[in-house]
Antibody
Framework: EVQLLESGGGLVQPGGSLRLSCAAS????????MSWVRQAPGKGLEWVSV????????YYADSVKGRFTISRDNSKNTLYLQMNSLRAEDTAVYYC???????????????WGQGTMVTVSS | DIVMTQSPDSLAVSLGERATINCKSS????????????LAWYQQKPGQPPKLLIY???TRESGVPDRFSGSGSGTDFTLTISSLQAEDVAVYYC?????????FGPGTKVDIK
C-alpha cells in the first residue's frame, strides 16, 4: 500500500526550530518529487516547498523562504522539512505529498499523508 | 507567483443536481510544448487530507467517480459534479503546478441544499 506518514510536529515557541519527517512506503520514493503543503486552522491549503526526485532542485513559497529547508534521504525513503525562526503564522497542519509524475518535477499530488500539527506559541 | 481564484466561495445544491465550481489563474497554465494544462482539482472533507480528483485539467484520477469532470484551458477552468451525492459535501481546491512554485485556490465549500 502506498503510504506517507508525517511526524515531528508539536508545540514550539516563536523563534524556535522543528524538523518534520515524512516516511514513504509502497512506491519507489527516489523516483518522485515530493512537496510539503500546510493548512492553518480553518483555512485553505498553502503549498510550502518541493524537492525533485534527485534532491538537487528545491523551491519554496515566499512565506518560508530563508527559514525552511526541504531535504530528502532516498536511502531511507524519507522527506524532511527543517523549520527555523518559527512564527505564530506558521501554525498549521503540515502534509507531505507525492507528485503523480515519475521523475517529473511539476505534477499534481496523488498521495497525501495524514498531516502533523505544528503550533507556534509562547 | 501565479494567483488562483475560485468562485463561488460556497454553494448549496440539491441531491442529484449539478454543481459547478470555477477556477481562474492570473496567467496561463497551458504549457505549449506538450499542450497540457498544469491544473489539478482536490476534494477535502473535514479532518481528512486532500484527495486528488482531476489533473491535467480534465484527467480523472483512478477511482474517482465519473460524475466528477474537469474542463477549461489557459486561465479558466471548471469542476463539475454532474449529480451531487451526499458524500460529495466537501471543500474543493484548484491548484496550478505550471510554475515551480505551486499555488492553490482559496477553496469552494459545497453543501446540500
Amino acid at each position: 500500500e502506498v503510504q506517507l506518514l508525517e511526524s515531528g510536529g508539536g508545540l514550539v515557541q516563536p523563534g524556535g526550530s522543528l524538523r518534520l519527517s515524512c516516511a514513504a512506503s509502497g512506491f519507489t520514493f527516489s523516483s518522485y518529487a515530493m512537496s510539503w503543503v500546510r493548512q492553518a486552522p480553518g483555512k485553505g491549503l498553502e503549498w510550502v516547498s518541493v524537492i525533485y526526485s534527485g534532491g538537487s532542485s528545491t523551491y519554496y513559497a515566499d512565506s518560508v523562504k530563508g527559514r525552511f529547508t526541504i531535504s530528502r534521504d532516498n536511502s531511507k525513503n524519507t522527506l524532511y522539512l527543517q523549520m527555523n525562526s518559527l512564527r505564530a503564522e506558521d501554525t498549521a497542519v503540515y502534509y507531505c505529498a507525492k507528485s503523480i509524475l515519475w521523475f517529473g518535477g511539476r505534477g499534481a499530488f496523488d498521495i497525501w499523508g495524514q498531516g502533523t500539527m505544528v503550533t507556534v506559541s509562547s | 507567483d501565479i494567483v488562483m481564484t475560485q468562485s463561488p466561495d460556497s454553494l448549496a445544491v440539491s441531491l442529484g443536481e449539478r454543481a459547478t465550481i470555477n477556477c481562474k489563474s492570473s496567467q496561463s497554465v497551458l504549457y505549449s510544448s506538450n499542450n497540457k494544462n498544469y491544473l489539478a482539482w482536490y476534494q477535502q472533507k473535514p479532518g481528512q487530507p486532500p484527495k486528488l480528483l482531476i489533473y491535467w485539467a480534465s484527467t480523472r484520477e483512478s477511482g474517482v467517480p465519473d460524475r466528477f469532470s474537469g474542463s477549461g484551458s489557459g486561465t479558466d477552468f471548471t469542476l463539475t459534479i454532474s449529480s451531487l451525492q451526499a458524500e460529495d459535501v466537501a471543500v474543493y481546491y484548484c491548484q496550478q503546478y505550471y510554475s515551480t512554485r505551486f499555488t492553490f485556490g482559496p477553496g469552494t465549500k459545497v453543501d446540500i441544499k
